[in-house]
């Protein structure tokens, strides 16, 4: 029995799946102080274990950062330099040894782009970013069903983005103000306009200038890692009519200089939701487990 959690900064979602990845039971919890949240996964999976009689024998992390994802580093499975100052410091290897299993970790984007990429929107692509734009903005990159990091994981949604026409908003992220999170993620658009994209008008200036933002992600992430799909998926992306003004503003940004079959016109195809929904995360933590426990 493989055991996933994929911890965002709100909530874990918290699974128990057999080796074909199937759930068999899943739980939410409320990210709240440490000890309390690790108590309530703690309870969640031994009585996963007890109700379904297995043990588990390996557990796969997809969660929020900065977080130490190099197997060699003292600070793997560690949760780095967070905003969220209680969760500084906390290793998931030490609240999990409890069950005396492996515990795999990466971050919560590279775990929902490797579930898309195997069960979901990417199937037929060899390079899948995908992107998340909720509480924070994280961008995760796959390739042939491996995720990728250098030194520490992609930081990509602290980039300094061009200022959309007009947007004097001094951004809300507390290391570098204006950067792309601190401009685009839920919480900046709550700031600056005081509800949540979702609830603004449909000719509110605000979709136009998220729309920029996060279409210069996109031209950003093509550049980088002429990646063969990018999925756009979190809360924000809900909002009705975004995913096309990103498409429309994306194919503006690139303007044409890159040359590939997988940039259709209008780049219907290569931008899209995510397939699996609000599950990609959760496959991905469990997905994570599953590897760890093929030796890959």
Known sequence: MLGGIEAGGTKCVVAVADDDLSIIAEATIP?????????SIINFFEQAQSEHG???TTIGVASFGPVGV??????YAEILETPKLAWRGVSYQRRLSHFGVPVVIDTDVNGAALAEQVYGAGKSSDTLAYVTVGTGIGVGVVRAGK????????EMGH?????????????????????????????AIKARWGH???????????HDIEADYLAQLVH?????????SIVLGGGVMKTEGLIERIRV?????????????TLDTGLQNYITKPKLGDKSGIIGALALARARNAGE
Do not use: N, Q, V
Request: aromatic share 6%.
């Open 31 to 39: 990210t709240t102080a440490p000890d309390e949240t690790f108590a």
């Open 54 to 56: 297995s043990d588990l």
């Open 70 to 75: 190099d197997p060699a580093s003292s600070s």
């Open 147 to 154: 995720p990728l990091s250098g030194s520490s994981h992609y």
């Open 159 to 187: 980039i300094l983005p061009r200022r959309a026409e007009g947007d004097t908003f001094d951004g809300l992220c507390p290391s570098h103000g204006d950067c792309l999170e601190g401009l685009a993620a839920g919480p």
């Open 196 to 206: 949540p994209l979702s609830d603004l008008s449909a000719d509110h200036p605000a």
């Open 220 to 228: 950003s992430i093509t550049l980088m890692h002429a990646p063969h």
């Open 249 to 261: 503003k994306a194919e503006r940004y690139l303007a044409g200089y890159m040359k590939h079959a």
